[in-house]
């Protein structure tokens, strides 16, 4: 796991020192993303500079250090991540006549290139990555991101230069352009608590889209392109799942296979490994298969809170101490956040609001003085219907969804008029426009944003930009195929909250700390595989997850794991009250609110009602705050 970034300046040759010096800037911004190296590689020639900061993994030894060059000469590449079924992939180039100096995953990478092409070799990799790859004789660069997002990569590319990384962080480092905030960006983070790809929060930077190849040269257009498509992989996998003749006994068995391998796969490395247990189905589920593939107890860690509706530490335990591993916890305390908060704006580069991002980072870096990779249990919930919103989403939309449209507009208006004479402060004025804002859906993805946003549609933005295009992934009428509502919202999570969400929140939090996170459930395989299976699979009597459930319970007590969904919260609605009051209000000041262009009113109205107990606005006012601190932090671009 490491950090990459690159400079190309596609106008003409450049010092090569200077080249150096530039990449190297960008590379020591990342520095937390790999500890334990960093390398430069210019091509003075083509004005192209890569830097890759080095967290070893596997292949501690320099054959293993980047940027790496292949062995004709023609391609270098700068990777962050992993891949797991590279040994496989030597044995057949070897089998090919390929010799190796090293033991790195970097080295069978481009030697695939070399042998089978770009594209080809990527769509062989099983893995986690994000990586640049220069081609010396054509004078062409590649990037590409893994098929689900788990690692990320930031660009900017206009007529003269080519700017990337692994973080914003490093972009900022890099001469050519000047960073500017993005209204449009900030509008959809304010209806989604995090910036959407392709966009970023800056004007002209963009995120690589999961599952794509960007291929530039000096002299031709960007092309973007897909060499795996989430939508393509859900409606072959719904067509499968309607066929489907599997019985229940047969479909645990194969899925409990698959993650074995997965898991297998990903507890290969030449460093300590251990894994986040939370005690709920997903990491109970990670940590059993891989103590039952070790032959030594595994190291898990968790993290509590001293309020006991959000503390699942002692789950935790019960778990650990039936599965036999060696298992260290940390409750977490107001002050922990309180020394953390400040520097989330460093850590994301961006607006990110997901409050969980709080216990994720003190559990990583708890776990950090232990172990440089952990496993995680991430994606269970996308894939296999294990969030409250669907049931509650599926409900109210089987309610909502049979009026004829003309008579939910008046009925909208209605409440929507009866919303306007109403106080603010009052429940009711709130309970009014949610209902009004329902039956103004026209269709699942309205329902998805209803269920989702935290802020009503441009309600807190003084001057909403006159369009701003979605990034999202239509959910409605897969490719022309007709899907259930929970299969449409689960659609929307994967393409859109997983990776920018779930998966940067996981990302941004061990790298942070110089840990390697892997996410074993996002092995492509078995998201192509769990999208096969029928919706009769996944819920059962209101609960989601039943498949997973089934294979946990060979290995783990239901009774120890068979409880409502928690999910990873944190008191942020109480610690606001109290010890974060201070920190919050500064921040939500009409004056700095009116500076980054929010309308202080309903904000400040949200905030008089979460502290009076009225209403419980945590989520929402946590989206203002990551906000406004992050463009304090960034100097108010």
């Given at each position: 796991?490491?950090g990459i970034?690159?400079?190309w ?9 200077t080249l ?5 800037g960008?590379g020591?911004?990342?520095a937390?993303?790999?500890p ?6 210019v091509?003075?020639?083509?004005g192209?500079a890569l830097?890759?900061r080095?967290?070893?993994i596997?292949?501690?030894s ?5 940027p790496?060059?292949s062995s ?13 079924n590279?040994l496989?992939l030597r044995r057949e180039?070897e089998a090919a006549?390929?010799r ?6 970097t080295?069978?990478?481009?030697e695939?290139f070399?042998r ?10 099983i893995?986690m990555?994000?990586f640049?790859?220069?081609d010396?004789?054509a004078?062409?660069l590649?990037l ?12 900017l590319?206009n007529?003269?230069v ?7 962080k ?5 001469p050519?352009?000047t ?14 608590g995090y910036v959407p790809?392709p966009?970023s929060?800056?004007?002209s930077?963009r995120k ?5 190849i960007l291929e530039?040269?000096a ?6 392109s897909?060499?795996w498509?989430l939508?393509e992989?859900?409606t ?7 066929s ?6 047969d479909?645990v ?6 993650l074995r391998?997965a898991?297998?796969?990903?507890m290969?490395?030449d460093v300590p490994l251990?894994a986040?247990?939370?005690?709920g189905v997903d990491s109970s589920?990670?940590v059993?298969l ?7 107890p595994v190291k898990?860690?968790s993290i509590g809170?001293r309020e006991?509706?959000?503390n699942?530490?002692g789950h935790?335990?019960?778990v650990?101490?039936?599965l036999?591993t060696e298992?260290?916890d940390?409750v977490v305390?107001?002050?922990h956040a309180l ?7 460093k850590i ?5 609001a997901d ?15 232990h172990?440089?990779?952990?496993l995680?249990?991430?994606g269970g919930?996308?894939?296999f ?6 049931g509650w989403g599926e409900?109210?939309w089987?309610r909502?969804d049979w009026m ?6 008046a ?9 306007s004479?109403l106080?603010?402060?009052l429940?009711a004025?709130?309970?009014?426009g949610?209902?009004g804002?329902l039956l103004?859906?026209r ?7 209803w269920?989702?946003?935290?802020w009503?549609r441009?309600?807190?933005l003084m001057?909403p930009?006159?369009?701003?295009s979605s990034a999202?992934?239509?959910c409605?009428?897969?490719n022309?195929?007709a ?9 929307r999570?994967m393409?859109?909250?997983l990776p ?6 996981l990302?941004?939090?061990?790298m942070?700390?110089?840990?390697e996170?892997r996410?074993?459930l996002l ?5 192509e595989h769990a999208w096969?299976l029928?919706?009769?699979?996944k819920r059962?009597d ?12 060979r290995h783990v007590?239901r009774?120890m ?5 928690q999910g990873?919260?944190v ?7 109290t010890e974060?009051?201070d920190?919050a209000d500064?921040l939500m ?8 262009g929010?309308n202080?009113?309903p904000?400040?109205?949200?905030w008089?009602?979460?502290m ?7 989520n929402?006012?946590?989206v203002?705050?990551m906000a ?5 932090e960034?100097?108010r671009?």
């Amino acid at each position: 796991m490491c950090g990459i970034a690159g400079y190309w300046d596609r106008r003409a040759a450049t010092d090569g020192d200077t080249l150096a010096a530039l990449a190297r800037g960008a590379g020591d911004a990342m520095a937390h993303r790999g500890p334990d190296g960093d390398g430069v590689w210019v091509d003075a020639d083509a004005g192209l500079a890569l830097a890759h900061r080095r967290l070893a993994i596997v292949d501690l030894s320099p054959t293993g250090a980047q940027p790496m060059t292949s062995s004709c000469g023609r391609y270098v590449i700068s990777y962050n991540g992993e891949v797991f079924n590279f040994l496989e992939l030597r044995r057949e180039l070897e089998a090919a006549g390929q010799r190796f100096r090293g033991t790195s995953d970097t080295e069978v990478m481009l030697e695939g290139f070399v042998r089978w092409g770009v594209e080809a070799t990527v769509k062989r990799l099983i893995g986690m990555f994000a990586f640049a790859l220069w081609d010396r004789t054509a004078r062409r660069l590649w990037l590409v991101r893994d098929r689900l997002g788990i690692k990320p990569l930031y660009y900017l590319a206009n007529d003269s230069v080519v700017l990337f990384g692994s973080e914003l962080k490093a972009l900022r480092a890099l001469p050519g352009w000047t960073p500017k905030l993005d209204r449009a960006s900030l509008a959809q983070y304010l209806r989604r608590g995090y910036v959407p790809h392709p966009l970023s929060i800056y004007e002209s930077v963009r995120k690589l889209p999961p599952g794509h190849i960007l291929e530039l040269s000096a002299d031709a257009a960007p092309r973007l392109s897909a060499y795996w498509s989430l939508r393509e992989v859900a409606t072959n996998g719904i067509a499968a799942a309607r066929s489907d003749r599997r019985s229940p006994d047969d479909a645990v068995r194969q899925l409990e296979a698959l993650l074995r391998d997965a898991i297998r796969r990903r507890m290969i490395a030449d460093v300590p490994l251990g894994a986040f247990l939370s005690g709920g189905v997903d990491s109970s589920l990670v940590v059993a298969l891989m103590q039952s593939e070790s032959n030594r107890p595994v190291k898990t860690f968790s993290i509590g809170f001293r309020e006991g509706a959000y503390n699942e530490a002692g789950h935790a335990r019960a778990v650990a101490a039936h599965l036999g591993t060696e298992h260290q916890d940390l409750v977490v305390e107001p002050r922990h956040a309180l020394d953390l908060i400040p520097r989330l704006p460093k850590i994301y580069d961006e607006p990110f609001a997901d409050s969980s991002q709080i216990p994720t980072y003190l559990v990583a870096e708890m776990t950090r003085r232990h172990v440089t990779v952990a496993l995680s249990g991430d994606g269970g919930d996308e894939l296999f219907a294990g969030y409250h919103r669907y049931g509650w989403g599926e409900w109210v939309w089987d309610r909502v969804d049979w009026m004829p449209r003309p008579l939910r507009s008046a009925a909208s208006a209605l409440f929507g008029a009866a919303q306007s004479v109403l106080p603010a402060s009052l429940p009711a004025a709130r309970r009014m426009g949610q209902a009004g804002r329902l039956l103004d859906c026209r269709d699942i993805d309205g329902l998805y944003d209803w269920l989702t946003q935290p802020w009503p549609r441009d309600t807190v933005l003084m001057a909403p930009p006159a369009t701003v295009s979605s990034a999202s992934e239509p959910c409605v009428g897969l490719n022309g195929t007709a899907v259930d509502t929970v299969t449409a919202l689960q659609f929307r999570d994967m393409a859109d909250y997983l990776p920018e969400d779930i998966l940067t929140k996981l990302d941004r939090a061990t790298m942070a700390v110089s840990l390697e996170g892997r996410v074993p459930l996002l092995d492509h395989r078995v998201v192509e595989h769990a999208w096969t299976l029928p919706m009769s699979l996944k819920r059962r009597d209101g609960a989601g997850k039943w498949i997973l459930r089934e294979v946990l319970a060979r290995h783990v007590p239901r009774d120890m794991t068979d409880r409502p969904k928690q999910g990873f919260e944190v008191p942020i609605g109480d610690w606001l009250r109290t010890e974060l009051r201070d920190w919050a209000d500064e921040l939500m000041a009409p004056q700095v609110l009116g500076d980054m262009g929010l309308n202080a009113e309903p904000i400040r109205q949200a905030w008089l009602n979460h502290m009076s107990g009225k209403q419980n606005n945590d989520n929402a006012l946590w989206v203002i705050l990551m906000a406004t601190s992050w463009w304090q932090e960034a100097g108010r671009p």
